[in-house]
């Protein structure tokens, strides 16, 4: 069976309401890294140098679906086509890889997963923050402080089904109890660190594939450390390594049936650094998904 993997890009940074903006023009530099990558395609064929083989990926179709037609002043109608757009893609049969964008982004991707799928819908949440922000009068209700708050509402989300990798710093006191209450679990960078990258994904496809959910990532580059995606909103320091999020995603692609990739920024970017990484970040979860043969979903 065919695997189809729909871009969508998602060039919004209205949400980026207190920090820096500049991540709309993250799309774009993402499918131009990923052209360092697809190019080496050749007659359907690529060397995996780290598996070690060679992929066919004759059965494997990465067609770029074209961005969201946002609206740069009305975060509600972008929220919305956006969902719309994502849940028409998995309709489609496409596993959707959204190209974010501030992270605003983040719940219209699950919403449309929810959407377009029936059943419980699980959250691997990769991020040096919460996004759990409820509510404010400078951000509103769907800022890029908001996401995962928002997908918690959704009808089908369990929030013993959602896990949270790679938090660090220090963040408002309300998210200690909040998080406890719900049920969520939660993986800091220091655990990481700790636990490895294995028993990491593994607890990861546990948590969010309860009761066979079909899982969403959530992937804020943030969750890397500054010296790994220098070019994003708000470096917090501590992060993953480039190594650790490709080694994760590798392991747990095979189960997923969406990546949104948020909050690279080129306008704070080094040499297009951050940008390579988001690309790597696609490129190996397709390869992990195209070994294993998986479906959309
Ligand atoms: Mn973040």
């Known amino acids: 069976m065919k695997q189809r993997y729909g871009l969508i890009g998602y060039p919004f940074d209205g949400g980026a309401s207190l920090g820096r903006p500049g991540a709309r023009y993250a799309p774009e530099a993402i499918r131009k890294a990923l052209g360092w990558i697809t190019y080496r395609i050749v007659d359907g064929m690529i060397f995996d140098v780290e598996a070690d083989q060679v992929l066919n990926l004759s059965e494997v179709e990465i067609q770029d679906l074209g961005d969201v037609a946002v609206v740069p002043?009305?975060?509600?109608?972008?929220?919305?086509?956006?969902?719309?757009?994502?849940?028409?893609a998995v309709r489609e049969g496409y596993f959707?890889?959204?190209?974010?964008?501030?992270?605003?982004?983040?719940?219209?991707?699950?919403?449309?997963?929810?959407?377009?799928?029936?059943?419980?819908?699980?959250v691997i949440h990769l991020d040096a923050h919460f996004d759990l922000l409820e509510e404010s009068e400078a951000q509103g209700r769907l800022s890029q402080s908001s996401p995962?708050?928002?997908?918690?509402?959704?009808?089908?989300?369990?929030?013993?089904?959602?896990?949270?990798i790679g938090q660090r710093g220090f963040n408002?006191?309300?998210?200690?109890?909040?998080?406890?209450?719900?049920?969520?679990?939660?993986?800091?960078?220091?655990?990481?660190?700790?636990?490895?990258?294995?028993?990491?994904?593994?607890?990861?496809?546990?948590v969010a594939g309860r009761d066979g959910a079909t899982i969403g990532v959530m992937f804020d580059i943030d969750v890397l450390d500054t010296a790994f995606a220098p070019g994003t909103g708000a470096n917090e320091p501590g992060g993953l390594s480039s190594r650790q999020i490709i080694d994760f995603l590798r392991l747990v692609a095979p189960r997923v049936a969406l990546l949104w990739i948020a909050e690279t920024n080129p306008l704070y970017d080094v040499h297009?650094?951050?940008a390579q990484v988001a690309a790597y970040a696609i490129f190996h979860t397709i390869a992990a998904r195209a070994i294993a043969g998986a479906r959309p979903g």
């Not at 002043?73 to 028409?88: H, L, N, P, S, Y």
């Not at 719900?182 to 294995?198: F, H, I, K, P």
């Open 73 to 88: 002043a009305d975060i509600g109608k972008t929220v919305e086509r956006t969902r719309e757009r994502v849940a028409q």
């Open 96 to 122: 959707p890889i959204v190209l974010g964008g501030d992270d605003s982004g983040g719940f219209p991707a699950l919403a449309g997963l929810h959407d377009a799928t029936a059943g419980p819908i699980g």
């Open 148 to 164: 995962l708050r928002r997908v918690l509402e959704l009808p089908r989300v369990d929030p013993r089904a959602v896990i949270q």
């Open 172 to 206: 408002f006191a309300r998210y200690h109890a909040f998080t406890r209450e719900q049920g969520m679990s939660r993986v800091t960078a220091r655990e990481y660190d700790r636990l490895g990258t294995e028993v990491v994904a593994a607890r990861a496809l546990e």
């Open 272 to 274: 297009g650094e951050t």
